[in-house]
């Protein structure tokens, strides 16, 4: 090596201890470690859950409908059929669920509780399509318990198998992704904790070296050829998976030639620029024809998710407006006894990309003293509110009727409430004080909400109370799943139970 040779970072006593070096722990052999990969692995465990369920439906085929109840003449071609529409749902399930990463595989409660609920959903709607074929009576009831029973213990233990063996090959450093980085200090502690933290994959820092030895002499964009010579020289004796490159305050393009050079190398190199990062949330990179673009910001609910959830809702508003149209009706005849004026109250609110939408209500509110413009707040002991009206605040129940904005594609089940257009936050319009708030309206509004399970609904007292209301709204927005929407749903049946925060 020359005297140009770069420094290696000191990673100080704690980071040195959590990120062993290469001379620390010894390398797997470098060509296994290049036949296994995590991907692989994640393939292997999919590919065991689908031979999982379908060889437990063999095997309870043949010993019980073959041997035991002695019937030879049962169709085997529907059974193979079944199983493996169960085994395929049951895997995209999972898929979906990122059940199959690594760091998620070691983790075995979690694997568990993920197998029996899959599981279950799987076979739930296996039994409800086939009731819809009337198919169901071709298959035998024993059959499908001791399947179940057989598919769910051979998973189960195949997953405590899967979990120590991940862990035991992780710690032999096979499916450890070694990282060499090149930063200047002020990137380098995030990154590395977000490696440590944050990493899908087991992740090993086996050199640090400072950026500004591969810059020219005076700071420019040109890298230092002996530098740089050095740098390759040394990464090619070690076992390399990928490069980090960090810049804390830098647009990147000065990195292109130090980059340029390192693409001899065989491994994946990836640019870190928190600086432009932090201003623009880069989401991904997608292509136009042959020009690159830099993803900013992502449209919620597309493709599969809005088929999902635009066909959950309007199913589910049908059945639970059939389900509930007896309670529907005594309450409609309790508001017309308790109280002279309409059954509805119907107000124009914010709807999906801030179009107005009608939103009916029961009405809650002295027919003289109800505010159709929303601008006066409702206040807890509100002399406004009715008898019967405060009750089905308490209970959320005035909100039923709005199951008929949802059937009619103007709301959802879950998703941020829709405001009234005069609604404010202190003595000034809600957008006015609350950054961010027409953001809450990229989805449609929901009956319920992430806030409103959290405790925030009701009298608004504070900007600060408005604030949190919408970064909620815009959590589950940024966060959502078909899991989130199903929790927010037994969340919120739990709280029509009865609210504190009601008024």
Not at 197 to 207: D, F, I, K, N, Q
Not at 321 to 344: H, Q
Not at 477 to 494: C, Q, T, V, Y
Request: glycine residues 8%; proline residues 5%; contains cysteine.
């Amino acid at each position: 090596m020359t005297d140009a040779q770069p420094d290696t970072l000191s990673l100080g006593p704690q980071a040195a201890g959590e990120w062993s070096s290469a001379a620390a722990t010894p390398a797997a052999p470098r060509r296994l470690r290049r036949i296994l990969s995590g991907r692989m692995v994640s393939d292997a465990v999919m590919l065991f859950d689908i031979a999982a369920m379908l060889g437990a439906g063999l095997a309870v085929y043949e010993a019980y409908l073959l041997q035991f109840m002695g019937e030879p003449s049962v169709d085997r071609g529907q059974y193979v059929l079944g199983e493996t529409l169960a085994a395929l749902l049951f895997v995209i399930l999972c898929q979906y669920q990122h059940a199959y990463r690594l760091n998620r595989l070691t983790d075995l409660p979690r694997q568990l509780r993920t197998v029996a609920r899959n599981l279950l959903l799987s076979v739930a709607v296996l039994a409800f399509a086939c009731f819809f074929a009337k198919v169901s009576t071709s298959f035998s009831r024993g059959w499908a318990l001791l399947w179940i029973a057989s598919a769910a213990i051979t998973l189960g233990l195949g997953r405590l198998a899967i979990s120590r063996g991940v862990k035991r090959v992780i710690r032999a450093g096979y499916l450890r992704r070694r990282c060499v980085v090149i930063s200047d200090e002020p990137a380098l502690g995030p990154l590395l904790h977000a490696l440590r933290e944050g990493s899908e994959e087991p992740a090993e820092v086996v050199g640090v070296f400072p950026y500004r030895c591969m810059t020219g002499p005076h700071g420019d964009a040109g890298p230092a050829p002996d530098h740089v010579a050095d740098l390759i020289a040394t990464l090619r004796a070690l076992p390399l998976d990928e490069i980090i490159i960090a810049l804390a305050d830098n647009d990147g393009t000065g990195a292109k030639p130090l980059i340029d050079r390192l693409k001899v190398l065989p491994a994946d190199i990836r640019l870190s620029l928190p600086s432009i990062a932090h201003q623009l949330p880069i989401r991904g990179t997608s292509m136009i024809g042959r020009l690159p673009m830099i993803d900013v910001a992502v449209g919620p609910l597309k493709h599969w998710h809005f088929l999902l959830k635009a066909g959950f809702d309007r199913s589910a508003a049908l059945v639970l407006l059939i389900l509930f149209s007896p309670l529907l009706l005594a309450i409609a005849l309790l508001i017309k006894l308790d109280s002279r004026g309409p059954v509805f109250f119907v107000q124009d609110r914010f709807g999906f990309n801030n179009n107005v939408i009608r939103v009916i209500k029961f009405r809650t509110m002295h027919v003289e003293q109800a505010d159709p413009s929303g601008g006066v707040h409702t206040v807890r002991g509100d002399e406004r509110i009715t008898r019967f009206g405060r009750l089905l605040r308490t209970h959320s129940l005035d909100e039923l009727p709005q199951l008929l904005n949802v059937l009619s594609g103007e709301m959802s089940l879950v998703g941020p409430r829709p405001h009234a257009l005069a609604m404010k936050a202190g003595d000034r319009l809600y957008h006015e004080v609350v950054s961010d708030y027409f953001a809450r309206h990229r989805v449609k509004p929901g009956i319920t909400g992430w806030a409103q399970v959290n405790g925030l609904r009701g009298e608004i007292t504070s900007l600060q109370q408005a604030q949190q209301r919408v970064e909620y709204d815009l959590h589950y927005i940024e966060n959502w799943s078909f899991w989130l929407d199903l929790k927010i749903l037994l969340m919120s049946a739990r709280e029509m139970l009865g609210s504190e925060n009601a008024v």
